[in-house]
């Protein structure tokens, strides 16, 4: 299979899979009228917590090498993120143990980036593992109730997706590099 229609089959099968999961939801029902305000509100975050983020990054690379603020500015980037797909798709109640792991990025970032620590190494592994634990809890209980079949076949798209642009990357490398 030819590297680019690889990836393209796989982009397919990931905006399948989010289509079908966002079917039923807010972001797919369009109103007759343009609401500025609906459309600002619901974009703040990236406005607001992402680009806050990146330029924490930016003042951490270019200007200081502070470590509160690429903790900062990782927790911004993250949670800004997650907050952006939570407003968009409205899965507040799903995306809640993503702010461990924006937590545990921060110091991930500042303990690789600045100086090694054991102890912070330790609480970084802590909040990734929690924050895992906590997400297959809140999807395993959507899950298991009766009228959640509406996200099996999302779930494998997107899954499908990414193993085949995963798969057709790794095998074009591995052909080059026998060449």
């Known amino acids: 299979m030819n590297k680019q229609i690889g990836n393209l089959l796989g982009l397919l099968f990931i905006i399948a899979g989010f289509y079908f999961a966002t079917a039923g939801s807010s972001i797919l029902r369009f ?6 305000w609906h459309l600002i509100s619901l ?5 607001v917590m992402i680009s806050s ?3 924490l990054h ?7 090498r502070k ?8 927790f911004l980037v993250i949670g800004g993120g997650l907050t952006q797909i939570a407003m968009l798709l409205d899965i ?10 924006a937590i545990a990025f921060g110091l991930l970032e500042c303990t690789i980036l600045i100086r090694p620590n054991l102890k912070i190494i330790f609480a970084v592994i802590v909040l990734m593992i929690l924050s895992v634990l906590f997400f297959v809890q809140t999807i395993s209980e959507e899950l298991l109730q009766e009228n959640s079949n ?4 999302p779930s494998f798209l997107v ?3 990414i193993g085949v642009i995963v798969n057709n990357t790794l095998r074009h490398k591995k052909s080059q590099s026998n060449l």
């Open 31 to 36: 109103e007759t009228s343009f609401d500025i």
């Open 43 to 47: 974009f703040a975050p990236t406005f």
């Open 53 to 55: 983020g990146l330029y």
């Open 58 to 64: 930016y003042r951490f690379f270019v200007r200081s």
């Open 67 to 74: 470590a509160i603020t690429l903790f900062f500015g990782g």
């Open 92 to 101: 507040w109640d799903y995306i809640w143990p993503g702010f461990l792991f």
């Open 150 to 153: 509406q996200f099996i076949l």
């Open 159 to 161: 899954i499908l997706g």
